[in-house]
């Protein structure tokens, strides 16, 4: 009696008999699995390629470009900014170019805009770009999905018929046992044409083990697979982490136990296989030695849920976006604050950062509300104008004035300092 992964096939049975399968099984594909593709921060922007999303951008410019110019031409953009004046001396454009791009910007990140264009032509380039990001934002929102979620690169080969439309993967099996009987005696045309190709190869792509045909797969890394039994390719996968079965069997067969011919032990034999069967000790056994016993189960697949997680490596691209057009906005708001207080001129003497933090704590201050007072350039004069005169007068009172009064008096009435002054001490001589 033998009880070994031995496959029923009908040239054993005439040599010695079995008894009913214990286990169902098949010819696979074992083949070595590709390295996950290294994490990019910016996966967001792989779904087009840099040529589109140059093309896009070229696009964006001249559609904004050309919009701002057709409402300069056309009539029907210029409009009164006074409704109540029936002949205004000026008619307003709300199409500027700023504008422009911000309508298409809008349009293009699906948000829309409050600026819309009132003429034909104008409406003719914002429906023709509506129609443009539409498709794109479809097309870029299907493939985002794919490249985001995909955590595996994509095998060469997925079957056997894969493995028969090319050469650059050699591909292999036992030398002497079932599994190359399978192949030479099949009259499927795909598994005649592996079998030409194995039995031509040159070097030779048998082995003598499955072993051996093992350590190959290992060792020529997604170069060689081999055909096995899947029962033994199951054991191997779940102790080798870097193995994996492709597709699914290319046969069914079973392991039985071997007897010798007549013998009157088959059928009691069976029968207890069958029991053990209905019980489930057979598959509790398989799982015992399959994935626990013998550094089984050390390469543990992920849930199904788990696959569809998308980590910080993937979306971390999106955050740096966010925070680098926070910091963007804010040196921006910093250039416009500098650039308007240059535009009202107001206080020199006052330091720009000194203002900026005032208006900082006024930002802050969640007690101020939504209004705030208007700061003008004559309102800042005074107060320079002030502390200057408070400070003439402190140095007047301390050393005094030197020489005839009335000489000072009509040097200080001659000059732009004596006129500052006179405002001061109320002098009207």
């Given at each position: 009696m033998a009880i070994i992964d031995m496959s029923i096939t009908s040239i054993r049975q005439t040599a010695v008999d079995f008894t009913m399968p214990y286990m169902n099984t098949g010819v696979g594909i074992l083949y070595k699995k590709k390295p996950p593709p290294p994490q990019n921060l910016f996966s967001f922007l792989m779904p087009l390629s840099l040529d589109v999303w140059i093309y896009m951008t070229t696009a964006y410019l001249g559609v904004s470009i050309t919009m701002f110019l057709l409402a300069r031409l056309t009539p029907f953009e210029w409009e009164n900014p006074h409704p109540c004046v029936d002949e205004p001396e000026e008619l307003e454009n709300e199409l500027t170019l700023h504008n422009c791009f911000w309508h298409n910007w809008g349009s293009l990140m699906q948000q829309g805009s409050d600026i819309a264009p009132k003429a034909i032509s104008t409406r003719m380039v914002a429906g023709m770009w509506w129609f443009f990001t539409l498709i794109m934002i479809s097309s870029y929102t299907a493939n985002l999905a794919a490249f985001l979620t995909a955590s595996k690169m994509a095998s060469p080969v997925n079957s056997a018929e894969d493995l028969a439309k090319q050469t650059k993967i050699k591909y292999g099996t036992y030398c002497c046992g079932s599994t190359q009987g399978f192949f030479s005696s099949s009259t499927i045309p795909t598994y005649q044409k592996l079998n030409a190709f194995m039995e031509s190869a040159k070097p030779s792509v048998m082995a003598n083990s499955n072993k051996e045909g093992l350590d190959r797969v290992r060792k020529e890394d997604g170069m060689y697979a081999f055909f096995m039994e899947a029962a033994s390719i199951e054991y191997h996968i779940e102790r080798f982490c870097d193995l994996r079965q492709l597709g699914g069997l290319l046969d069914s067969k079973g392991y039985g136990i071997a007897l010798p011919k007549d013998s009157p032990y088959t059928a009691a034999i069976s029968a207890g296989v069958l029991a053990l069967q209905e019980r489930g000790?057979?598959?509790?056994?398989?799982?015992?030695?399959?994935?626990?016993?013998?550094?089984?189960?050390?390469?543990?697949?992920?849930?199904?849920?788990?696959?569809?997680?998308?980590s910080l490596a993937q979306l971390g691209g999106v955050f740096i976006v966010l925070v680098g057009g926070m910091a963007a906005s804010i040196i921006i708001a910093i250039f416009e604050f500098a650039w308007k207080r240059?535009?009202?001129?107001?206080?020199?003497?006052?330091?720009?950062?000194?203002?900026?933090?005032?208006?900082?704590?006024?930002?802050?201050?969640?007690?101020?509300?939504?209004?705030?007072?208007?700061?003008?350039?004559?309102?800042?004069?005074?107060?320079?104008?002030?502390?200057?005169?408070?400070?003439?007068?402190?140095?007047?009172?301390?050393?005094?004035?030197?020489?005839d009064d009335s000489k000072s008096t009509k040097s200080r009435k001659d000059s732009t300092y004596a006129c500052f002054n006179e405002n001061i001490y109320g002098d009207k001589k």
């Open positions: 000790t057979l598959k509790e056994l398989k799982i015992k030695w399959w994935k626990e016993e013998r550094d089984g189960g050390s390469c543990k697949v992920e849930a199904g849920g788990g696959n569809a997680q998308l240059r535009k009202l001129a107001v206080d020199e003497n006052e330091s720009l950062t000194h203002e900026m933090w005032e208006e900082f704590k006024f930002a802050v201050n969640w007690r101020a509300g939504d209004t705030k007072p208007i700061k003008t350039p004559s309102q800042s004069r005074v107060g320079s104008r002030s502390l200057l005169s408070k400070s003439n007068a402190e140095s007047i009172n301390k050393y005094g004035v030197i020489g």
